[in-house]
Each structure stands twice: as structure tokens, then as C-alpha cells.
């Protein structure tokens, strides 16, 4: 036996034994006094242990204490608080029960992920070497060409110096999917396949399609394998635009590592999640996915089990090739298809660095499509590809697998927390049997614990509570979506997400009812369990921790509907902030200006002038000067010209200056590319932006407070918009009441 294996040997012996002994200490029965003296002590170190998370014993150490006080509150769960002697409540409580192990067992699990973190740097390409060749898959089904031709514009802007080919993976445009007989939408997806076939050729790009559209995305992506020869293959959502520099800070790795099957990189978004920007706290609190791409695929990282996220990653084609391709076997292609490569001992790499700016979805509806696809998925990797079973896997990274598809079962898990309640309040079924005393000196060091490790780990990427809430708002919209995937789990079918959608006015998302239908019920419960607890004076200690839970799913349901409450969204595609010195021209005259912020159709300009302003829907002539030397070492700008047509759209004045919007008029390649180039060429923004967002991080309490606040101000909202609408619909039907009279 070499040193390395009889090293890993040993390492799994220390740790197996650390786990025993965890076990078996949590077991040991104690006095309620003794388990509150280990419970403070525990909180002090758990306090001692976040302060100082550079340190890597302490930080495991912090682990171990949490996971100890943890088990000893479900042997306490467990042996003090199920109604034994009732075989009515018994199963539920034990429902109850269950639920909490798996929160639990999440929560453990994450921890062992989570251990330690691997942080890589950039691995320079060293063109001393051989390059590898590049093919760069674009893959597409119903996206508009709005959404898709800046990802080609800046695919063929990819900074290489070695061979690079994009292609573009129309599955709208399918032989299956323009004969169907259906003759409008065969209509409409000849048109859409011809406008991209036109884009492709006046952008250099590749165009490929398919007969059949069979095994959604994989089935696409397993096609194009076919036709294409290169070493490496970048895959791109269609809306995933790539900066300039993301080959050359991937493909160095490849040429380092030659186990490399395949490196991920984050995927940003430059549009807020549809929850985010319906609670009006898009630019307080990290967007949603941040706690995943920028804290556990790096500790996934660490165990050489980081996955493929379907989008941003660069992928050997020989790993790929080897497990037959991107696998069908279930709607979650990506995760499926890692577990594949890393079974086979191909190597992972996780580089957090963002280097493409995708869309999120714009609303309600169109998130819980994408999650529930995302859900099924990962449960059906649970059923039939377990990672546990999985041959060629190490224990490390059979366990973060497990993590991952575990994770997914948990609308099952939060909608038995949201009854459960309920089922004590309404019913009197006794789920939980004990007093507020031994719940303070069990349940409550646990809690708090489990708070204090969880801002110790995602503290940066997650305020406190906010898992919960976003567990709770998708939960009762995946469950049955869930539960028909564990009975059935071929059943499900991929769906693509919408991009692109815009809101004219605010208004609940058409999944609201049934969120309406459980807070009414969660309020019922709430007043009537107050009301017990005032005249049932032997019953206070159970009834009031019972009320506790049912105050913060009540809270959850709140800010949930906030959530529904879709606002506005009339633009298509975002408006990114820049900084391009400009000259307007019209009418004769000429004024100097920056360009604020644009999209590849739009702009915002800053004139120096409140003289001499156009008119709406006047054209104006616009040169603007993009620096094309902004990477090299010297740092000096080099510009370089461009002029086009632009609409004014509307303006005000900002002091001294005017401020206008405007529309571009010319829709040709040269536009594109421009202002591509402008918004999406450079990386630095987006990791800047990812900074900013880890500053927003707040406290325990100030996260607390922040979200009590969050819970109330929807509630409001909510109210108003109802209120507001119901009087909008009386004024037009007393208008229309009167125009009758008059006619």
C-alpha cells in the first residue's frame, strides 16, 4: 500500500472514530441542568469559534459542537416528547419527528460539505504548450432572438489563441418542430429558425439543428457531439452571455490537469430573481443563488465534487464522450451527467469567478418552473442514479451528492412543518408531548446553535431566516410536483424556462390562491391558540411553543406574499451600467455626453446641456467611443469610434445636465457586437457586484428584525394592491355605467 492510500486509510479511521464518539456522547442521558451547562457552553464556543473562521481546527471544531448539541436534541425528541400511549397522535407526532431528522441530517450534511473551502486562482494558458481546440455550444428551444443574439454576439468576441468554433444548437428549428400540424406555430418556428440562420451568417457563427427534438437540452447537446471535433466544449445557456476573458481564464487549468474532466464557474445574474425584486429587496440582501455558487460548490470543491451546473462550464470532450454523452436519464442533465464523470475518476475544478451575465426568471410563475424542474431532477438522481450505490465515487464526494439530491425533497419536509402546527391548534393531535421548561433547555440550544453555525458558514450569502422563507414560498408548489416524481420517476418532462417576460402592471401571480387559502387557515389557528392558551391554563407550556411555530410560519406565509405580488417589468432585457463617452447630434447641433447605462436596444445619456434638447421620437446621431485597450498592461485607452441612429424615448433635466432615454434604431451586426462589447466584455463588474453583495451581509438580530419588517410591509402591499384594484374595477364600472346613459 502506497502512502497516499494507507494516508487516506488512516484520515477515514480518524474521522469514523470522531463520528462514534460524537454518537455516542449525544446518547449518554443526562439531568436537564447538566444539558443546559453543555448547551451554553457549546453556544460560547460556537460564539468563540465564528469570530475566528480563518482558523481551521476552531472551525471544525465549531462543526463538531453543533452536529453534538444537534443529536442530543432528537435522542431528546425521540425519547421525552412522542405521545406513546396515544396511537391516534402517535404517527403524527412521529410524522413530525421524521420531518425534523431530516432537517437535521441537511443540516449535517451540509456541515461535512462545508468543512473547508477550496478557493482557486487562475491558472494562466501557457501557449508554450500545445492548445487545445474549442467548440463553444449554444443550445436553444424557444428563446427570442433578443435574448439569444448577444450570447452569439459575444461567443464570437471570446478571446483565444488557439481554435475556436461557436455553434448554435437550434432546437426550435427542428424538422419535427416546423412540419408539426400545427400551421401557425409551424409558421412561427420556420421564422424564428430563419432569423437565427441569418444572425449566424452575418455573425461567423455555426448553425446546427436536428430532425426530432428527443431528450430536450441532452438530446441537443448529444447531436451536436456528432458534428463537432474539438478537445474542450464551453456550453452556454441561450441567455448565458459570456465575458471576453472566460476561455482564457478556464482553459489553462486543462492544460495543467490532465484527470480535468471538467471545470464550473458561477452563474450571475444581471436581472434580479422575480422574489427578490417583488419584496423590493433586490439591492439589500444576496440574490438567492449566491449561497450556492459563491459558499457550497466551493466546499463541494474541496471533495473534488463540485458538479456541472448545465451552463459556464468548459467540459473535456473525452470525459464526456466516455459516459455516453450528456446523460437523458433524468430532467437535471448537468448534476446527472457529473456524477457520471466522477464515477468514471475524472477530476472537477470550481473556479468562483463570474464570468458570464445570464437572466433571471422575470416572474413568479416562470421561478417555480425552473425550480420544479430543478427539484424533480435531483430526485430523480436520488432513485436512479443514487450516488450512495454509485460505483467509482469516494466517500467525499458520495456524500455531497447525497447533500444535493437530498435537499430536494424538502417541499415534502416544509409543508409537514407549515400542518403540523395546524394539526395541534385545530385538532388537538398531539404532535409534540413536554413543557416550555424542557423546551428551553433542549429545543432552544439547538435552534440558536443551528442559527449561529449557519451565519458562520453562509453568514455573507444568506440572512438568517431567509432558507426558510425560501423554502416555504416554492414548497407548496413543488410538493405535488415532488411527491408524483418519488411515485413515477421517469415521469417527468423537461421544460425550458421563460426569459424575457415583462409585467405592464402590478398585479398577484395566478399561484397565489392556494398561498391565500393556508394563511387564512394559519391565521384561524393563530387567534384560536392565543385564545387557549389564555383559558386553558394547564395546557400554556405545550400550546405556547406550539404558537411560537405557528407565529413563524404565519411571518414565512406573510413575506411569501409579498413575493407573489409581481410588480412592473416593462423592459425585455437589462439595462447594464457603464461609463462611454459619447457626441450627440441633431438638428444641426452637437453636444457632448456618456453613455449611463444600455442594453444591446437601449441606452440612457447624460448630456452636458439643458439647451437645445430633441423632441420625442426624434432620431439622433450617436457616436461613442469604446476603449479597446482596456486589458492591456499599460492600462492607457484606445479608442475607438462608432456611430449610429438613436429615437429619443423621454428625458429630465439633473441639474445642469439632461438625462435621456433612448432606442436604438439601427438593429444590424455592427450594433450588436458594439454594444455587446460594452455591456458584457469585461468580467470585473460582475465580481464586483458579487462583492457589494457580500457587504450587504447583515447580523443575526439586524437579519431578524430586518425580515419581521419584510413580513408586515407585504402584508401591507398586498392589502393595498387589493384595495387598490377593487376601487380602480368600481371607477370603470361606474364610468362605463354612465357612458351607457349618456348613449
Known amino acids: 500500500m502506497n502512502k497516499s492510500k494507507l494516508y487516506n486509510v488512516l484520515k477515514w479511521i480518524v474521522i469514523g472514530s470522531i463520528l462514534c464518539v460524537l454518537i455516542l456522547l449525544s446518547a449518554i442521558e443526562v439531568t436537564s441542568e447538566t444539558h443546559l451547562w453543555l448547551s451554553v457552553g457549546a453556544i460560547l464556543l460556537v460564539l468563540l469559534g465564528s469570530k475566528s473562521s480563518d482558523k481551521k481546527l476552531l472551525h471544525l471544531l465549531v462543526l463538531i459542537t453543533g452536529a453534538f448539541i444537534s443529536l442530543r436534541y432528537i435522542g431528546w425528541r425521540y425519547s421525552d416528547t412522542l405521545p406513546w400511549e396515544s396511537s391516534f397522535d402517535l404517527p403524527f407526532a412521529m410524522l413530525l419527528l421524521v420531518t425534523e431528522c ?19 486562482q487562475i491558472t494562466p494558458i501557457n501557449t508554450a504548450l500545445a492548445l487545445p481546440t474549442v467548440d463553444v455550444f449554444i443550445p436553444t428551444y424557444d428563446e427570442s432572438i433578443r435574448v439569444l443574439a448577444p450570447t452569439i454576439s459575444a461567443a464570437m468576441q471570446l478571446e483565444y489563441p488557439g481554435q475556436v468554433k461557436i455553434w448554435v444548437l437550434d432546437d426550435g428549428g427542428t424538422a419535427q418542430k416546423i412540419q408539426q400540424e400545427d400551421g401557425k ?32 437540452k441532452a438530446g441537443n447537446i448529444n447531436h451536436a457531439l456528432e458534428y463537432t471535433s474539438s478537445e474542450l466544449i464551453l456550453i452556454l445557456d441561450a441567455d448565458h452571455v459570456p465575458s471576453n476573458d472566460f476561455l482564457l481564464n478556464t482553459i489553462g487549468m486543462f492544460q495543467q490537469q490532465a484527470n480535468l474532466g471538467f471545470v464550473q464557474t458561477p452563474h450571475f445574474f444581471s436581472t434580479p430573481g422575480p422574489v427578490e425584486r417583488n419584496l423590493g429587496i433586490d439591492e439589500q440582501v444576496a440574490p438567492e443563488n449566491e449561497m450556492f455558487y459563491n459558499r457550497i460548490l466551493s466546499g463541494m470543491d474541496f471533495w473534488n465534487a463540485s458538479f456541472f451546473c448545465g451552463s459556464a462550464a468548459v467540459i ?8 455516453g454523452g450528456i446523460s437523458t436519464r433524468t430532467i437535471t442533465e448537468d448534476a446527472d451527467t457529473a456524477l457520471d464523470i466522477h464515477a468514471r475518476g475524472w477530476d472537477s475544478a470550481y473556479l468562483n469567478k463570474a464570468m458570464i451575465a445570464g437572466l433571471s426568471p422575470d416572474t413568479f410563475g416562470a ?33 455531497c451528492y447525497l447533500n444535493s439530491t437530498l435537499f430536494w425533497l424538502f417541499p415534502l419536509f416544509r409543508v409537514s412543518y407549515l400542518i403540523a402546527p395546524l394539526c395541534y391548534l385545530l385538532f388537538n393531535l398531539q404532535i409534540f408531548v413536554g413543557n416550555g421548561n424542557d423546551f428551553l433547555i433542549f429545543a432552544v440550544p439547538h435552534l440558536a446553535i443551528s442559527i449561529l453555525i449557519n451565519q458562520h458558514l453562509f453568514g455573507k450569502t444568506r440572512n438568517t431566516l431567509f432558507s426558510e422563507f425560501y423554502e416555504t414560498v416554492l414548497s407548496l408548489y413543488l410538493f405535488l410536483p415532488t411527491l408524483s416524481v418519488i411515485i413515477n420517476p421517469k415521469k417527468p418532462s423537461f421544460t425550458v424556462t421563460p426569459k424575457g417576460e415583462t409585467t405592464n402592471q402590478t398585479h398577484f401571480s395566478p399561484l397565489t390562491p392556494v398561498l391565500l387559502v393556508l394563511l387564512a387557515i394559519i391565521i384561524v389557528a393563530e387567534i384560536w391558540g392565543i385564545h387557549r392558551i389564555y383559558n386553558y391554563p394547564v395546557e400554556q407550556g405545550q400550546l405556547t411553543v406550539v404558537v411560537i411555530f405557528n407565529t413563524l410560519n404565519l411571518l414565512l406565509c406573510m413575506v411569501s406574499l409579498g413575493a407573489m405580488l409581481e410588480k412592473v417589468q416593462r423592459r425585455s432585457e437589462p439595462r447594464v451600467p457603464c461609463h462611454i463617452p459619447a457626441l450627440v447630434k441633431f438638428d444641426g447641433h452637437e453636444l457632448t455626453a456618456k ?29 461613442y467611443y469604446i476603449d479597446i485597450n482596456h486589458a492591456a498592461a499599460n492600462g492607457k485607452p484606445k479608442y475607438q469610434a462608432h456611430a449610429t441612429n438613436i429615437q429619443f424615448r423621454s428625458g429630465h433635466e439633473q441639474g445642469e445636465m439632461q438625462t435621456i432615454n433612448c432606442q436604438l434604431v439601427d438593429s444590424n451586426e455592427e450594433n450588436l457586437n458594439s454594444f455587446t462589447q460594452i455591456i458584457y466584455s469585461r468580467s470585473e463588474p460582475w465580481q464586483r457586484q458579487r462583492q457589494l453583495e457580500e457587504q450587504r451581509s447583515k447580523s443575526i438580530l439586524m437579519s431578524i428584525a430586518h425580515f419581521f419588517q419584510l413580513a408586515f410591509s407585504s402584508a401591507s402591499q398586498a392589502l393595498n394592491n387589493v384595495l387598490t384594484t377593487k376601487i380602480k374595477t368600481s371607477t370603470t364600472v361606474v364610468n362605463s355605467t354612465k357612458q351607457d346613459t349618456y348613449q
Not at 102 to 118: A, H, S
Not at 316 to 323: I, S, T
Not at 598 to 611: D, E, F, P
Open 595 to 623: 453613455i449611463c447605462n444600455a442594453s444591446v436596444h437601449g441606452l440612457q445619456l447624460q448630456l452636458n446641456s439643458t439647451q437645445n434638447l430633441p423632441i420625442k421620437d426624434q432620431q439622433l446621431n450617436l457616436i
Open 316 to 323: 473535456r470532450r473525452q470525459a464526456l464522450l466516455e459516459v
Open 367 to 399: 421561478y417555480v418552473t425552473q425550480r420544479s424542474r430543478w427539484g424533480q431532477g435531483m430526485v430523480q438522481i436520488f432513485l436512479l442514479n443514487n450516488p450512495i450505490f454509485k460505483k467509482g465515487l469516494s466517500w467525499p464526494q458520495k456524500l
Open 185 to 216: 406555430a409551424a409558421r412561427a418556428a420556420q421564422q424564428r429558425a430563419s432569423s437565427i440562420q441569418d444572425l449566424c451568417l452575418k455573425l461567423g457563427a455555426n448553425y446546427l439543428t436536428r430532425p426530432k427534438n428527443e431528450h430536450a
Open 102 to 120: 431530516y432537517g437535521i441530517t441537511i443540516y449535517l450534511l451540509g456541515m461535512f460539505v462545508n468543512v473547508r473551502q477550496k478557493n482557486r
